[in-house]
């Protein structure tokens, strides 16, 4: 199920890599089962085909869905299970009829505005920044969890809400309590020395 799929979504960033191997990484997040649940391909200022060829490697690595962040084309190129769009980004309601069935959209949200303006074919929200954050640099004033909750509410029915921005093992629950599916981040497990454990907390931390 989708939300289960949401519960711990690890991004993608080469500047926190250092060096290390991108499909490696993600591997170790993943292990097990029993860390992060889905991987979204962030990578910012990247042509499409080095986008694209980080993307087909984690696709065919990974047991779980592998998004791509704000390249739609790139996603159907290399058979990701679905696509993470920004306000700005192409939208993916006139695409709709050429998707693939169970290909996932997301939708980034960080304002009732934005909220009202999302994009009818999102299967999930992404809304942050949950807290103050270093990998984003736009990412607007932290909402904290009262902030996050009062955005989830906005949500159409029953549409699957997690929460980005600074999350760590320490202040994931409460998004998680907030009405929060699950969590994504960057940091918390990219700059890890040990992408593994710190999936497992985390992942822990929001059960």
């Known amino acids: 199920m989708l939300v289960d799929q949401l519960r711990l979504m690890v991004l993608t960033d080469a500047s926190l890599l250092k060096g290390r191997d991108v499909v490696d990484v993600c591997r170790r997040a993943v292990a097990g089962g029993a860390g992060a649940t889905s991987i979204q391909v962030r990578w910012k200022s990247a042509p499409a085909g080095e986008v694209a ?55 980034s949200v960080g304002s009732p505005a934005e909220a009202g303006a999302a994009d009818a074919r999102a299967d999930y929200w992404s809304i942050g920044p949950c807290y103050s954050t270093a990998t984003k640099s736009d990412a607007g004033t932290p909402l904290g969890p009262d902030g996050f909750g009062r955005l989830a509410r906005l949500a159409p029915g029953a549409l699957p809400v997690i929460g980005i921005g600074g999350i760590t093992k320490d202040n994931a629950a409460a998004i998680r309590k907030s009405g929060a599916a699950g969590v994504a981040v960057i940091a918390s497990v990219l700059a890890s020395n040990d992408p593994e454990r710190a999936s497992r907390e985390l992942r822990l931390s929001v059960a």
């Open 53 to 107: 060829q980080v993307a087909r490697a984690l696709v065919a690595a990974l047991p779980v869905p592998v998004l791509v962040n704000d390249r739609i084309d790139v996603a159907l190129a290399v058979g990701a299970a679905g696509v993470h769009l920004g306000q700005d980004d192409v939208p993916a309601g006139p695409l709709a009829p050429y998707l693939p069935p169970g290909f996932i959209v997301g939708i």
